[in-house]
């Protein structure tokens, strides 16, 4: 199986940043994609920041400009930069893995449980 383990989250003020990190270990073949959701109370999971085995990315309009997502595939590891924090950033983000576990097999999504970022005004 997979796990994917995230860290980083906490409370901070408006405007400042946060750093998340998400290691993903187990029986893992290869990676195809990671990226980074989140969940407001009372909202549906939104697609916050993804990026492509060649590093290609794609961020949902409301961070573009101020966070980063980057990934070290020797390590399996995905990041999340986030700078310019408001109060609507603040949700539980979670942790995607797009991962293979056997040669031959497709992809399958893998999930974290969850870090808590609250962004106070």
């Known amino acids: 199986q997979v796990q994917l383990v995230e860290s980083g989250g906490g409370l901070v003020q408006a405007g400042g940043s946060l750093r998340l990190s998400c290691a993903a270990s187990?029986?893992?073949?290869?990676?195809?994609?990671m990226g980074w959701y989140r969940q407001a109370p009372g909202k549906q999971r939104e697609l916050v920041a993804g990026?492509?085995?060649?590093?290609?990315?794609k961020y949902a309009d409301s961070v573009k400009g101020r966070f980063t997502i980057s990934r070290d595939n020797a390590k399996n590891t995905v990041y999340l930069h986030m700078n310019s924090l408001k109060p609507e950033d603040t949700a539980v983000y979670y942790c995607?893995?797009?991962?293979?576990?056997?040669?031959?097999?497709?992809?399958?999504?893998?999930w974290g449980q969850g870090t808590q970022v609250t962004v106070s005004s």
């Open positions: 995607n893995c797009r991962c293979v576990v056997s040669p031959g097999s497709y992809d399958d999504d893998y």
């Open positions: 187990g029986s893992i073949f290869s990676i195809n994609a």
């Open positions: 990026i492509s085995a060649i590093g290609s990315h």
